[in-house]
């Protein structure tokens, strides 16, 4: 392994560290070890571990990207960003659907489109709707669409000037969010902590430390012992502000450790690690907690979701364990295990064939839109103007369905084959699975009526309409599909 692969796989170990503190930070009270004297501030400190996600993304953008003298590839870059985050972010809304059967009937549209368009973070009211946690993803989002002109307004300044900028910046930034807080309350600074914004301080330190550690560092040897210092001198700070924010109740006026107050500290102990070549990074690039690092994604993104429906299934059964011990010795061992599966049979699979298919996400969401024609076809032909009487039946067959649908075009690799077995055979399955749903859900009292007629002539025409689709398009343009 080479110096540099194995201060980056360091990093990689760091993101897991941090992902595990959202964890805790989200239900972990029960656990003993959470309990004990200067250990809870460090481990669930789960909103300022974000930070360090926003400085970190920043600085691996910036290892990246930052070409000087080259021209900026957009089109890769947005297929490689895309990829990165959007399969796992809508694998994970689904799943938390899963938790919100009940009601997905009765769900404002805006709500749902919010998060599946991941713009959420945006609006105060869905800020925390379905998967609380996927806020942070929202942000993320917002540095994807400015990164390329940062990084090309980046690669025409001096590096020197390009750190100053954006330290000025994180200082404006800070008394800007504490003067808007005396100004609007309590309950502005806590919109304020998810409004995507607010975070860009501590992503454009990051990019900054990026720009630094590529055209600054390499001119400047550094020394082990004072590398070390910096970086035992940054988790100090981290450390001693996360305790006496704790246990002291200690504050600066409206200055909140959660919005970047922390990213300079941050972006030194991340710029000294990927510096160091001493154990300490030969020890965080071991292979297991590497593996760790890259399923972080998934386990930030997937943790609510899991526990929810963890939870609601022993209340189910009855069960006498306690929060603590189904916390620590259930919950646990089998998210960490899920989200190493899910990474490496779920995310790597679907990011990479991605980076080489993103033209037929056309033909994906032109499926989703026939799919959805051919049920409100249906439902209008055959129930005509009683239609209009059974909002919570046509809206809920709309979500599960076109969800039922897709998923199941996915399981039988039907765009990978372009079959018209892969077809049928998805088409048949997705049409046992949203008969069972609807039935369960009119048996529940869900939705108004259980439209089988509706049921099985949506999905005749919709099958019809995608291979129909298929024909049509093979002979205008056969090249889509290859």
């Not at 990207?65 to 890769?76: A, T, V």
Request: overall charge positive; aromatic content about 18%.
């Amino acid at each position: 392994m080479s110096p540099s692969n194995q201060r980056l796989n360091a990093l990689t170990t760091t993101r897991f560290i941090a992902a595990l503190s959202v964890v805790f930070y989200h239900g972990g009270e029960g656990l003993y070890l959470l309990g004990l004297f200067p250990i809870r501030p460090l481990l669930t400190s789960g909103f300022t571990a974000v930070n360090y996600f926003y400085v970190l993304s920043g600085f691996v953008m910036a290892l990246a990207y930052y070409r000087p003298g080259q021209k900026f590839e957009f089109r890769s870059y947005w297929t490689a960003r895309f990829s990165r985050i959007y399969p796992l972010y809508i694998f994970s809304f689904i799943i938390t659907c899963l938790y919100y059967l009940e009601i997905m009937g009765k769900i404002n549209s805006d709500k749902i489109w919010a998060n599946v368009l991941l713009y959420q973070a945006w609006i105060p009211r869905y800020a925390l709707s379905f998967n609380f946690a996927s806020w942070s993803l929202a942000v993320e989002a917002f540095f994807y669409i400015l990164f390329p002109f940062l990084a090309i307004f980046a690669m025409r300044q001096p590096p020197k000037r390009l750190i100053w900028m954006s330290i000025a910046f994180w200082v404006l930034s800070q008394f800007a969010h504490s003067m808007i807080g005396m100004w609007l309350g309590l309950g502005a600074r806590l919109f304020l902590a998810y409004f995507p914004p607010f975070h860009l301080n501590s992503f454009l330190l990051g990019v900054a430390g990026g720009v630094w550690f590529l055209s600054e560092a390499p001119k400047h040897p550094h020394k082990t012992s004072t590398n070390l210092a910096w970086m035992a001198f940054s988790l100090a700070f981290i450390s001693a502000a996360l305790i006496i924010r704790e246990y002291y109740q200690f504050s600066i006026r409206t200055f909140s450790l959660d919005v970047g107050l922390l990213a300079p500290f941050f972006l030194i102990f991340v710029l000294t690690l990927a510096l160091d070549g001493t154990r300490i990074s030969k020890t965080l690039s071991h292979p297991a907690l590497v593996l760790l690092g890259d399923a972080s994604y998934a386990l930030y993104i997937l943790h609510i979701p899991v526990r929810w429906i963890m939870e609601r299934y022993l209340i189910s059964i009855g069960t006498t364990m306690t929060y603590g011990q189904f916390y620590g010795f259930l919950y646990l061992p089998f998210l960490l295990t899920v989200s190493v599966l899910t990474f490496l049979y779920l995310e790597r699979p679907a990011r990479d064939w991605l980076r080489h298919n993103m033209h037929k996400l056309p033909l994906m969401l032109l499926d989703l839109l026939l799919v959805a024609g051919a049920l409100w076809v249906s439902f209008t032909l055959l129930l005509g103007g009683e239609a209009i009487n059974l909002p919570r039946t046509q809206t809920y067959a709309l979500r599960v369905g076109l969800t039922i649908f897709f998923t199941c075009l996915l399981i039988f690799r039907y765009y990978i084959t372009a079959s018209w077995k892969s077809l049928m055979f998805a088409f048949l399955l997705g049409a046992a699975v949203w008969t069972a749903f609807m039935y369960l859900a009119w048996l529940g009292g869900w939705i108004e009526v259980f439209p089988r007629m509706v049921l099985a002539s949506s999905t005749a025409l919709a099958f019809a309409s995608i291979f129909g689709s298929r024909l049509l398009i093979r002979r205008l343009a056969p090249a889509s599909l290859a």
